[in-house]
C-alpha cells in the first residue's frame, strides 16, 4: 500500500498547484476591465514631429480606437476601414470649336465628294451626260433624290446664267448651295438643362451596333466639359456588358451609372430609377441608354414607347436621340422613320463619319424626320464626338 499512498500525495500536490494558478487567473482578469480585454491596435502613425505613436500610448488613444473581445468568446474584432486614395478624374476637351478640330478627318472621307463636283462643273460646256454624272456622285454620297435634283438645278441655273467655269466661282456655288440645303439655321442645341426642378432627360435609341453606348458615354463627356452634373442610366439590360461599358465610361469623369445588376431586367424600371436618383441628387442632366433593336420587331418599338411613358411620371423627356451609321445608307433612312414613328425623335447623332464619302446622308436624314443632326463621330478617341457645325461640315466637303 506504500506505493498507493506516495501516488495519493503527489495528485493531490498537483491540484493544489492547479487550483492557485486558476484562481491567480481569474483575480487577473477580474482586476482589468470588468469582464472584457482590450485588443490594442497595431498600426503606428506618425506623431508630432515625425516621431512615431505607438497604440499603448495612452495618449494616443481616441474613441473607436479599441476592439472590445467578450471574455465567453461572442465578440467580433473589426478591422479598420481602409481609406481609398480617389481615383483622379479626366477633365474632357471642351466641345466648342470641336469640329473645326477634326475637319482634317472629316474632310479625308468626304472631300471626294467635293473633289469629284468640282472636277466636273469647272471644265465648262457641260453636257447631259455630264450632268448625269453630277447627279450620281450627289446619289453615292447618300443625299438623297429631292435634294440632289434641287442642288443640280441650281448649279445648272448658275452655270448657264454666268457662263464661268472659274473654280473658286464654282467651288463657291457648290458651297453655299450644300450649306443651304444642310440648312444652318435649324436649331441644334441639345437640351441639357434644369427646368422646373427636374434634371433634363436625353432618351438614347437606334439599332444594334450603331454605337449608342459609346455615344452616351461621349457625350456624357461633352456635357461635363461644359461643366453639367450629369447621370447615366443603363436601361440597355440584354446586352451583359453594355451597363458595365457604361459604368466604366462614367468613372472616368466622375458621373454615376444607375444599373440593374440583374440581366433581362426591365428596362423602363431601371429608366425610372435612373430618373428619379437625377431628381434626388438634383442632376443637370440624365442620360438614358437603351438596348439596341430592329426597327422591324414591333414588340421591341413598343417597349421604347413604354420606356419613355415610365420617365416621364419623374420628369419630362427633353431630348431623343436617335443613333445612326452614317454608312448605311437608305437602309438607315428606313430605319430612322420606324424610330420616328415610335418616339418623337428631337435629334439625330451621325456615327463612324470618318470612314465614309457619304456625308449627303446629313441632309436626307433631316428632309426625311424634320429633325436636326446635332453630333456626329469622326472617330475611336473619346473625345471625337462633335456638335454638328454645318459651315465646318461643308467646308471640309468642298475645301
Known sequence: MGPINELWEILALVSVVV???LAALIALVRGRGGGTTTLPRTDRR???????????????????????????GGGVAVEEPVVEEAPTLERPASAR???????????RSNSAIGNALLALLSRGGLDEADW????????????????????????????KVDG???????????????LRLVDPTLDRRIAASRTDGHPAVILVVGVNGTGKTTTVGKLGRVLVAEDKDVLFGAADTFRAAA?????????RVGVPTVRSHQEGADPASVAFEAVKAGVELESDVVIIDTAGRLHTK?????????????????APVGEVLLVLDATTGQNGMRQAEEFAREVAITGIVLTKMDGTAKGGIVVNVQRKLGVPVKLIGLGEGPDDLAPFDPEAFVDAIVG
Open 19 to 21: 487550483l492557485a494558478g
Open 46 to 72: 506618425p506623431g508630432p514631429e515625425g516621431e512615431v505613436l505607438t497604440d499603448d500610448r495612452e495618449a494616443d488613444r481616441r474613441p473607436g480606437d479599441d476592439v472590445e473581445v467578450d471574455d465567453r
Open 97 to 107: 470649336g470641336r469640329l473645326q478640330r477634326l475637319r482634317a478627318r472629316l474632310a
Open 132 to 159: 448625269e454624272l453630277v447627279e450620281d456622285t450627289l446619289l453615292a454620297s447618300d443625299l438623297g433624290v429631292e435634294a440632289t435634283t434641287e442642288l443640280v438645278d441650281a448649279l445648272r441655273t448658275q452655270v
Open 164 to 178: 464661268t467655269s472659274d473654280p473658286s466661282q464654282v467651288r463657291q456655288w457648290l458651297h453655299d448651295d450644300l
Open 243 to 251: 451597363a458595365d461599358q457604361l459604368a466604366t465610361w462614367g468613372e
Open 298 to 314: 414591333k414588340g421591341l418599338m413598343d417597349e421604347l414607347g413604354k420606356i419613355k411613358r415610365v420617365i416621364e411620371k419623374q
